[in-house]
């Protein structure tokens, strides 16, 4: 899901992969093996995707949703920000788990995540991955966002083909 949305993305806003890699700030080289899936990206992508393109990191995530955010006010703006994010998904995992009534043993079942991994997210002793994100999410009735950020739900909000095209402008400008 995420490669083919990172290159929906690359080819939403007509982009090349050298483009695009560098206005996320990462060699081209990864880029295109996010897109193959020869390589799992961190959840810094997802930052820099809504930070510099405004993209809904729910749907990057799961596809669901729109693509683009209206306002910026839930995008995350530094990397310690994404850091201390990630760390307090432990608490949202364990609520996750107390209101399923599900041991972690459980839920190392239905999301195919290890045991241990499980008790590290859940403690907070591990970042999480774009991967066990989409296995939570696949096997949990929750929200991407809910899962990183303790809200609900954001706002969906479509921008017309006409803001788009505004946007594609803006910034072949910066």
Do not use: H
């Not at 994100?133 to 083909?161: T, V």
């Amino acid at each position: 899901m995420i490669a083919e949305n990172l290159k929906k993305i690359r080819n939403l806003y007509n982009y090349s992969l050298e483009e695009m890699a560098l206005l996320i700030e990462i060699p081209s080289r990864t880029l295109a093996a996010y897109e193959r899936k020869e390589r799992t990206p961190s959840i810094l992508l997802a930052q820099k995707l809504a930070e510099k393109l405004n993209v809904n990191i729910n749907w990057l995530l799961t596809g669901e949703g729109e693509i683009f955010q209206k306002s910026n006010q839930n995008i995350i703006k530094k990397n310690n920000e994404v850091l201390n994010m990630s760390k307090s998904i432990g608490k949202r995992l364990n609520s996750l788990l107390i209101d399923n009534n599900i041991s972690d043993i459980d839920f190392s079942k239905i999301t195919g995540i290890s045991e241990s991994r499980t008790a590290k997210l859940i403690l907070d002793t591990a970042s999480i991955t774009f991967e066990e994100i989409c296995a939570i999410k696949s096997n949990f009735d929750i929200s991407a966002d809910w899962l990183l950020f303790g809200e609900k739900e954001r706002p969906e909000i479509s921008l017309s083909e006409e803001e788009i095209i505004k946007l594609k402008d803006l910034l072949r400008k910066n």
